[in-house]
């Protein structure tokens, strides 16, 4: 197959070493499948363009270069509610060019249609009333619980600050390690796996603790080297190779505190309640990989021009400290909930 699809190629590298170093240290050396699309595409265009100008024509019958088709948007301005058509759109590069979002609007769009569809051909038999004041009934059960429940509404709180910290660092991580520090993607590859390391050995070791000093004393534990230790990563302006050795115990705090939260809960919550409780603190997470997110996008945008060593992306580093060391009050308040329902277990079953 590769002989009929190269049968008629020319090659104008003749040097074989030449044509090595091009293909085994230039090209070869690149992650060409971690790339984005728009690398991908610009290379493709280059390549296009360039063969192109073999021809006498040139490249311009089927393909416009993005700075003309940028250069011509810019003149003609176009503003919202105006109407455009490009009837030989071909790719649609001026299109897009006159609006970047629409591809992203346009599967939003579909996605919106698809679920609208399925609302409306699949019928339903109509609810009765008696049905909608059970419904009422059901949806404010979870309010009635967050009101009458202390330990609960703390936890809720609490968790949504770690489930935004994890948001956080999971969205612009590999950002700060590649265009923060300037590594490489390996190096990037190689720090999610130290952080993975401490979240096995977390996982492995968390519930021992635990089980020795309760579930809510450790985790208080974890959360301080979990938070300092995010904290202090603000100083990090260049990479070094013990990093790793701070990754991993750092991680492993995380871990703890992630692993170990849910087991907390089951432990302070009130029998009767736990499926709804347990909705709720799903819900938590829901909020956290939302505000996570945009909490530390928003800080890396306001303090990029005093960090400009890292790109700003240093920022992102107490914005997802603060939550952590924001909740520790109300952990240890859990905790002392936890261990005084400890104690009247252990009243109410005397050894033998």
Not at 26 to 44: C, N, P, Q, R, T
Not at 126 to 150: C, G, K, M, Q
Request: with cysteine.
């Amino acid at each position: 197959m590769l002989g009929i699809i190269f049968e008629k190629a020319q090659n104008k590298i003749q040097d074989p070493a030449k044509l090595r170093q091009l293909i085994v240290e230039l090209i070869g050396k690149e992650h060409w499948l971690s790339m984005s699309a728009d690398v991908k595409g610009d290379a493709y265009e280059g390549l296009l363009e360039r063969n192109a100008q073999d021809v006498k024509g040139g490249a311009g019958q089927y393909f416009t270069p993005r700075s003309l088709i940028q250069a011509i948007v810019d003149c003609v301005q176009p503003a919202p509610g105006e109407l455009i058509v490009d009837p030989a759109c071909g790719t649609g590069g001026f299109l897009l060019a006159v609006w970047e979002p629409f591809p992203f609007v346009l599967a939003a769009g579909v996605t919106l249609a698809a679920c609208a569809t399925v609302i409306a051909l699949v019928p339903e038999p109509p609810n009765s009333e008696r049905e909608y004041e059970r419904l009422r009934t059901f949806l404010a059960a979870p309010w009635r619980v967050v009101r009458r429940e202390r330990n609960v509404r703390r936890f809720l709180v609490a968790n949504t600050a770690w489930e935004a910290t994890f948001a956080g660092m999971r969205t612009f991580v590999v950002l700060y390690i590649v265009d923060g520090l300037d590594q490489s993607l390996a190096v990037s590859s190689a720090v999610l796996g130290a952080v993975a390391v401490g979240y096995v050995a977390a996982a492995a070791l968390s519930g021992l603790f635990s089980d020795r000093f309760g579930l809510g004393n450790v985790i208080l534990g974890a959360s301080w080297v979990y938070g300092l230790g995010l904290l202090v990563a603000v100083f990090a302006q260049q990479w070094h190779w013990w990093y790793y050795g701070l990754i991993v115990p750092v991680a492993m705090a995380g871990g703890t505190v992630m692993t170990l939260s849910w087991g907390l809960l089951y432990t302070i919550m009130p029998a009767g309640d736990r499926g709804t409780i347990t909705g709720l603190a799903t819900t938590t997470k829901g909020l956290g990989l939302v505000i996570g997110p945009l909490g530390a996008g928003a800080a890396i945008d306001i303090f990029s021009p005093f960090l400009e060593s890292t790109d700003g992306y240093a920022a992102l580093w107490p914005a997802v400290a603060v939550p952590v060391l924001a909740v520790i009050p109300l952990v240890t308040l859990l905790a002392e909930a936890e261990g005084k329902r400890r104690v009247r277990r252990k009243g109410s079953h005397p050894a033998a």
